[in-house]
Every structure is written in structure tokens, then in C-alpha cells.
């Protein structure tokens, strides 16, 4: 085995200080353009790396994000995870991947894990946080930012779109397309995000005089939305207009009403959904959809986390992201409308 090189090897040949060598390696530290380039020339010929893990002992600090999430089916999250992992890498940090499923139980069986890794701080994303585990991180130092969903904590940070004012927006649509049988599918019931938008919905339908004609509970699955679409679709009167609480599950809707049922959409349904992820926009789907600003709200997640690790702020914060209704296709487009 060849001799482990080391930051003295490289002070050596570059001609600097060791700890010039240490400077260069940390993100964010203060070193000159010129030392810079001698010492990454130096490491490179010597083929020198740093050592993180035993950096992270020295200064308290792994630089590592762990990022917990439910599912990865929903179209959503792969896309999300990829901008707040790019949001964190510009900032020296990298993230850590956890999946946990939404049972209280195992969502802390997977935390007690993060923990392990000695993280410098959380993203949970579509999954809850327990009082004994938030009590816990916040004993150890340990910021938590809750990621397209919250919780009645005033412990807990959490960014999310503005789901009350998407599902109001989507009842305001369908009722001006002229509607007057509009259904629910719902994703999963324990969910801030499933309970803000039928809440929108509702209190939009309820202004204009009417009431929700049909209800099911897709539970954010994709076979289990094409069960309630099945259900709901083969009674003597059926919905004319149905909002799917995300795209991934009005995808699953559509294909039933299309293939199976032998329905157009949206000449004899309208389709709605919620998320705007990028299938949403394929002419196979050309889904009508509430769009969450993912990368806003990756770049306030990261910004919460950067201002506790940093000192500036140790107190929690609730963001709510306006997101625009994408009109295209699948369902029936009012009268005299711009879009």
C-alpha cells in the first residue's frame, strides 16, 4: 500500500503553510486566488484529498444536511431534492438521503439514525416530527426545517406553498368553467398539505354557492387513485369536474378515465390537480395545475437552515409561497378567460 499523502506533503510542494493547505479545502475560508492555485495544483500532482470526516471532529461540524423524505413515486420530491441538494452544495454543504415512511414510529426509528451521523441539521419532507425527537435536536443544536409540510409546533420551521389559496383558486376555476358536479380525491389524510388544499377547495366551492358533489381518498398513492377514479366514475350520475390533491395521483386519475372508462377529458371531465411537476406540461397529460415554486421554496429552506448554523437567528420560522394556477388542457376553460 502506498503512503497515505497529507496536508504536510502538499504544504511541502506548494511551498505555503499547512495551514494555508487547511484553508483552501474549507469552504468559505479566506485565502488568496494565487495560494489557491499552488495548493490545488500540488494536491492534484500528490494526489492528495482532504479527510472531511476527521475535519468534521476538529471543528464540530460535518458540513452534512440529512434529508428525510416519505416517497419518492410523487414527481415532486425527486425534483425538490435535487434543488435543495444544488441550494446546499453552493453553500459547502451536502446532503444525506433518509427514507422514512409517514407512521410516527418508523419516522423516528430514522431519525434516531440521522442523529447517529452527527448532521448539522434536518429537512423533513412530507413527513411529521414527533415532540420527544424535536425536543431532542433542539437540545443538541440541531435545526429542523419542515419541507412541503408543517405541524402545530412553534418549535419547527417549515416552508410550504400557499396550499389554502391553491385549493380555493382550483374551486374558483372549475365553477367558472361552468361546472356543477365537482369531486374531491384526497391524498393522505394526516397530511398539512392534503388538509389545506380540500380546506381552499371547499371554502372556494362554498362562495359560489355550491357543495362538493363526490369525495374519495387517493391517499397520495397512484394505484389507489385510479381505485377511487374506478369508484367514483362508474355510479348512475358521476362528477363532471374532479381536483386530485396532487399530480401524481391525477395522472393515475386520468389514465382510468381515458383507457378504462373510455371518457374524454376534459369534453366529459375536467381534471385538475396540484404540484405542476414536469409531466404535468407533456401533451399526454397537458394537466391543468396549481404550480408549487419549488425552487423558492428549496432556497428558503436552505436560508432557514444557514441563519441557525450561523448564529443569525434562533427562532422558528412558517413561510408561505404563492404558486400560480397553470391552465392547460385537461379541463374545461371558462368562458372569455386569458389563459
Given amino acids: 500500500m502506498p503512503e497515505k499523502v497529507t496536508s504536510f506533503d502538499v504544504a511541502v510542494k506548494a511551498g505555503v503553510s499547512r495551514s494555508a493547505v487547511s484553508r483552501v479545502f474549507t469552504p468559505g475560508a479566506s485565502v488568496s486566488k494565487t495560494t489557491a492555485e499552488k495548493v490545488?495544483?500540488?494536491?492534484?500532482?500528490?494526489?492528495?484529498?482532504?479527510?472531511?470526516?476527521?475535519r468534521s471532529l476538529i471543528t464540530g461540524r460535518s458540513r452534512i444536511i440529512g434529508l428525510v423524505v416519505a416517497?419518492?413515486?410523487?414527481?415532486?420530491?425527486?425534483?425538490?431534492?435535487?434543488r435543495l441538494s444544488r441550494a446546499l452544495q453552493e453553500r459547502g454543504y451536502h446532503v444525506l438521503v433518509f427514507m422514512a415512511a409517514n407512521s410516527g414510529a418508523e419516522t423516528d426509528e430514522?431519525?434516531?439514525?440521522?442523529?447517529?451521523?452527527?448532521?448539522d441539521g434536518i429537512i423533513v419532507a412530507s413527513v411529521g416530527m414527533s415532540n420527544d425527537l424535536t425536543r431532542r435536536c433542539e437540545a443538541a443544536g440541531i435545526p429542523i426545517v419542515l419541507f412541503n409540510r408543517d405541524q402545530d409546533d412553534a418549535r419547527l420551521s417549515?416552508?410550504?406553498?400557499?396550499?389554502?389559496?391553491?385549493?380555493?383558486?382550483?374551486a374558483e376555476f372549475l365553477v367558472?368553467?361552468?361546472?356543477?358536479?365537482?369531486?374531491?380525491?384526497?391524498?393522505w389524510?394526516?397530511?398539512?398539505?392534503?388538509?389545506?388544499?380540500?380546506?381552499?377547495?371547499?371554502?372556494?366551492?362554498?362562495?359560489?354557492?355550491?357543495?362538493?358533489?363526490?369525495?374519495?381518498?387517493?391517499?397520495?398513492?397512484?394505484?389507489?387513485?385510479?381505485t377511487?377514479?374506478?369508484?367514483?366514475?362508474?355510479?348512475?350520475?358521476?362528477?363532471?369536474?374532479?381536483?386530485?390533491?396532487?399530480?401524481?395521483?391525477?395522472?393515475?386519475?386520468?389514465?382510468?378515465?381515458?383507457?378504462?372508462?373510455?371518457?374524454?377529458?376534459?369534453?366529459?371531465?375536467?381534471?385538475v390537480g396540484y404540484d405542476d411537476v414536469t409531466l404535468a406540461a407533456w401533451p399526454s397529460y397537458a394537466l391543468t395545475t396549481v404550480r408549487q415554486p419549488a425552487t423558492r421554496m428549496a432556497e428558503a429552506a436552505v436560508?432557514?437552515?444557514?441563519?441557525?448554523?450561523?448564529?443569525?437567528?434562533?427562532?422558528?420560522?412558517?413561510?408561505?409561497?404563492?404558486?400560480?394556477?397553470?391552465?392547460?388542457?385537461?379541463?374545461?376553460?371558462?368562458k372569455g378567460s386569458k389563459a
Fill in 40 to 54: 490545488r495544483l500540488a494536491a492534484r500532482e500528490l494526489g492528495y484529498r482532504p479527510n472531511v470526516l476527521a
Fill in 71 to 82: 416517497y419518492l413515486e410523487n414527481q415532486f420530491y425527486p425534483d425538490a431534492i435535487e
Fill in 110 to 119: 430514522v431519525m434516531e439514525e440521522i442523529l447517529d451521523y452527527q448532521v
Fill in 158 to 170: 417549515s416552508v410550504t406553498s400557499d396550499n389554502h389559496a391553491g385549493g380555493r383558486r382550483l
Fill in 176 to 187: 367558472a368553467g361552468g361546472h356543477t358536479r365537482i369531486a374531491h380525491i384526497a391524498g
Fill in 189 to 226: 389524510e394526516e397530511a398539512s398539505t392534503q388538509r389545506d388544499r380540500e380546506a381552499g377547495f371547499l371554502a372556494g366551492l362554498q362562495e359560489a354557492g355550491q357543495k362538493l358533489f363526490a369525495r374519495s381518498v387517493g391517499g397520495f398513492n397512484f394505484e389507489q387513485a385510479k
Fill in 228 to 271: 377511487c377514479a374506478r369508484d367514483m366514475f362508474t355510479q348512475d350520475i358521476c362528477p363532471d369536474a374532479v381536483f386530485v390533491a396532487n399530480d401524481h395521483m391525477a395522472f393515475a386519475v386520468m389514465d382510468v378515465l381515458r383507457f378504462e372508462l373510455g371518457l374524454r377529458v376534459p369534453e366529459d371531465v375536467s381534471v
Fill in 303 to 334: 436560508e432557514i437552515l444557514m441563519d441557525r448554523l450561523q448564529g443569525h437567528s434562533d427562532t422558528a420560522r412558517q413561510i408561505v409561497l404563492d404558486g400560480p394556477l397553470q391552465v392547460r388542457g385537461s379541463a374545461r376553460v371558462p
